[in-house]
């Protein structure tokens, strides 16, 4: 993958809120350690989703949320070392 052109975040709940905006996961890389890296291919509107996120100003549906996190947790589980 062209790093120009993927994003990408070891943070689970951006993660998550990202999917819900109608991101697809392109890859997710699991350490030794067990924490997950997550890849988004970029757009024009990811600058904005990220600075609406961390300004805590980016509105999901609750339950949404919650079940793409549980989608995204079986994701990382049943990746193999």
């Not at 975040?9 to 699991?30: F, R, W």
């Amino acid at each position: 993958m062209n790093g120009d052109s993927v994003y990408t975040t070891t943070d689970i709940a951006l993660c998550t809120a990202l999917i819900c905006q109608g991101y697809v996961i392109v890859d997710i890389t699991k350490q030794i350690s067990g924490k997950a890296t997550f890849s988004f291919n970029k757009d024009d509107q990811l600058n904005d989703i990220l600075k609406l996120y961390f300004d805590h100003q980016l509105n999901v549906d609750a339950l949404t949320y919650f079940n793409y996190l549980k989608e995204v947790k079986t994701r990382i589980y049943n990746i193999r070392q």
